[in-house]
């Protein structure tokens, strides 16, 4: 497929006017896309919490506007100057800069390096590839650094943060390897919702954020996996058994923790932070097979949504208001 540089491509375009910032869907230049060896024409994106930053206009995210945001793209290969990669092939692009400085997802194309990309595995769509996307890459992530160490036997698996993207696909990758979970949640009234995922009981975030506040807490979990920081990550921390796991992805919470290091050398729990962002491609690769092979849970689709790019601006604002639940999936027709 050959691309005329003076054509255009259509983009969800968020500018800087008058100190505010402005979203629309706009028809922008071939030419303005980033260098790189890959030109792909994306099918699906999906929504994450750093894209509703930079749709707002986040100066932590994205330095620069006008700005296409979209840190998960799945899609076919137009054209290659990579000998990894050859035209017609489906591939996954999901965090490094996409969508934070680089032009991303939420277009009809993206142009990267090919040290960004995964090949589309074997046994997922392009759709349930989306439905992952950066949260299931990094619920993939969470989960194998925690069976690395904690086994099905060894007790309850804390989730925070559960109805959200990381969260929600955590439980489900969980109680598709047979572990036991308690899934936290601010949301009382989304109780069946995450029992129906996989959880084995629901606590509600306001209970446990106000347990007392002592050096450590009764150990009645064997690891934990954390997606929101602040005093959620220092009561499971608190709570974890000796040589538990607990693994951190996410500071919605706050960046801070209060702790004193008796949960480490007294109880030799190790705290394992996950970044999704740079994770070394040998790696991804791995957690991409396991999401499309062992891992992979049934009814993934139950877990998602999916929208238009006219409904992208009003699902970007739930979710910075925390109200979106699930997968959001984008379909870039």
């Known amino acids: 497929m050959m691309i005329n540089t003076k054509?255009?491509?259509?983009?969800?375009?968020?500018?800087?006017?008058?100190?505010?910032?402005?979203?629309?869907?706009?028809?922008?230049?071939?030419?303005?896309?980033?260098?790189?060896?890959?030109?792909?024409?994306v099918n699906y994106s999906s929504l994450n919490y750093k894209d509703a930053l930079s749709a707002s206009g986040n100066k932590g995210v994205t330095r620069n506007f006008p700005h296409t945001p979209g840190i998960d793209a799945v899609g076919t290969v137009v054209s290659s100057t990579s000998e990894k990669f050859k035209k017609d092939e489906e591939v996954i692009v999901t965090s490094y800069d996409l969508g934070m400085n680089t032009n991303g997802g939420f277009a009809e194309y993206v142009k990267v390096p090919a040290s960004w990309v995964v090949k589309l595995p074997e046994n997922l769509s392009m759709k349930e590839a989306m439905i992952f996307g950066t949260a299931g890459l990094t619920a993939g992530m969470s989960v194998l650094r925690l069976t690395e160490t904690v086994k099905p036997t060894d007790g309850t698996i804390v989730v925070s943060g559960a109805t959200g993207g990381v969260g929600s696909v955590s439980v489900m990758i969980l109680n598709k390897l047979g572990y036991k979970?308690?899934?936290?949640?601010?949301?009382?009234?989304?109780?069946?919702?995450?029992?129906?995922?996989?959880?084995?009981e629901v606590i509600l975030r306001s209970d446990f954020e106000e347990l007392k506040n002592r050096p450590l807490l009764k150990p009645i979990f064997a690891g934990g996996i954390d997606t929101v920081g602040g005093v959620i990550?220092?009561?499971?921390?608190?709570?974890?058994?000796?040589?538990?796991v607990v693994t951190a992805c996410g500071n919605a919470a706050s960046i801070k923790l209060d702790l004193t290091v008796f949960p480490f050398?007294?109880?030799?729990?190790?705290?394992?932070?996950?970044?999704?962002?740079?994770?070394?491609?040998?790696?991804?690769?791995?957690?991409?097979?396991?999401?499309?092979?062992?891992?992979?849970?049934?009814?993934?689709?139950a877990n998602s949504t999916t929208i238009s790019l006219n409904e992208l601006s009003e699902k970007l604002n739930l979710m910075l208001k925390g109200q979106l639940k699930g997968r959001t999936i984008l379909e870039i027709v």
């Open 7 to 41: 054509s255009t491509y259509k983009a969800f375009r968020v500018e800087e006017e008058n100190e505010k910032f402005v979203s629309a869907i706009k028809e922008i230049p071939f030419e303005e896309l980033a260098e790189g060896e890959l030109l792909i024409k």
């Open 181 to 200: 979970v308690a899934a936290i949640t601010g949301k009382k009234a989304e109780k069946q919702y995450l029992l129906d995922l996989g959880a084995d």
């Open 233 to 244: 990550l220092e009561n499971i921390i608190k709570s974890v058994n000796p040589l538990g």
């Open 265 to 301: 050398i007294l109880r030799g729990v190790s705290l394992i932070g996950i970044d999704s962002q740079n994770y070394p491609m040998k790696y991804r690769a791995q957690v991409w097979n396991k999401l499309a092979k062992e891992w992979k849970v049934k009814n993934l689709e």
